[in-house]
């Protein structure tokens, strides 16, 4: 092909057609020239292929590990939920001796916690590679951001492991008997004193903070899951989260429904717009067949069996209302 056009030129040459060769240069110089920037159109293609790859394939580990912190959280959520209920049973003065003998989780209520680690590895990683992501990508990367502050969460964890530790140095005097299970002094101690209620209230209010926090941490974990499943990331995993939060049927609503009050205030839960709703503007989510989920407040409305009266768990308040009946 060289030789081809080589022997043109010289032949345009020899017959000294000089203008003809001329244009004949410019143009073989544009080709030439096309020639390159289509060469470097393809190798930019394929550079942008090769990190959107490994930039899919990096927010495919996030998402890994999203799902584990997303397990993680409900543990942990679930236990703290459980010392809150436990909380509430105390400040009910419905308990008797015999409660805290059966119950071994009301003896440690302010003694024992637990921890909670954001596994982070995957995201530090993408964070770190963040300038060479492609665009498409990019707006997902800011939600994990927002999803991997847990200064707050952190914050309030630290304290209520505070509080722990406070309160074994202040019931260092029962330690030998508990020791040797002997529980009974102890158990008198907790339902009589009452600067034990005070250090049951100050622990009480952090953890409505740290249970509120890991239940909306959680909530947005699953979000970000959905949102990037919607992207084309894999969805084999969402059963696991789909069993944590269930999709608002009006069958699953219905029972539900209707008119609560208390001394303070009435609420009225309806189904509209397949949303299962208080009043006009706070979506509610179902998490079981006795527990909705407000998706502003991080807090749950826990039912009794028959739905005709409720609690907000995570509330420094006396939260609890009663269903109106309908002829009222």
Do not use: C
């Not at 004949?24 to 550079?47: D, M, P, R």
């Not at 302010?110 to 995957?122: K, R, V």
């Not at 140095?169 to 034990?196: C, G, M, P």
């Not at 209010?205 to 909530?219: E, F, G, I, N, P």
Request: hydrophobic share 40%; glycine share 2%; no cysteine.
């Amino acid at each position: 092909m060289i030789k081809f056009f080589r022997k043109i030129r010289q032949k345009m040459l020899t017959e000294n057609k000089f203008s003809k060769y001329l244009l004949y240069a410019i143009g073989e110089i544009v080709l030439v020239v096309i020639g390159i920037l289509i060469a470097l159109q393809i190798n930019n293609w394929n550079e942008n292929k090769k990190k959107e790859k490994e930039a899919y394939n990096q927010l495919i580990e996030v998402q890994k590990e999203i799902l584990n912190n997303i397990e993680d959280i409900d543990t942990k959520a679930n236990y703290y939920r459980e010392k809150l209920r436990d909380v509430r049973r105390i400040f009910s003065d419905t308990l008797v001796i015999e409660d805290y003998q059966e119950n071994p989780r009301l003896f440690s209520i302010m003694t024992s916690y637990d921890n909670f680690l954001t596994q982070n590895e995957a995201f530090n990683k993408l964070v770190q590679n963040a300038d060479n992501l492609p665009d498409q990508y990019k707006p997902i990367v800011l939600e994990l951001k927002k999803l991997y502050n847990t200064f707050k969460l952190e914050g309030s964890l630290n304290s209520l492991i505070n509080l722990s530790d406070e309160y074994s140095k202040f019931s260092i005097d029962f330690a030998e008997s508990t020791y040797r299970h002997e529980y009974d002094l102890y158990h008198q101690f907790v339902l009589t004193n009452k600067e034990y209620r005070n250090w049951l209230a100050r622990f009480s209010y952090t953890l409505d903070d740290v249970a509120q926090l890991l239940v909306m941490k959680q909530y947005e974990a699953i979000e970000l899951y959905r949102q990037m499943v919607a992207l084309g990331f894999p969805n084999k995993d969402m059963p696991k989260i789909e069993k944590m939060y269930l999709d608002v049927t009006a069958d699953i609503a219905q029972p539900f429904l209707g008119r609560f009050t208390n001394a303070q205030d009435t609420l009225s839960i309806q189904f509209k717009n397949e949303n299962l709703v208080i009043g006009q503007t706070i979506k509610l989510s179902v998490r079981d067949t006795s527990t909705l989920y407000i998706d502003v407040s991080g807090s749950y409305l826990e039912f009794n069996a028959d739905k005709s009266k409720f609690y907000v768990l995570m509330s420094k308040e006396n939260a609890n209302y009663n269903r109106i009946p309908e002829n009222d």
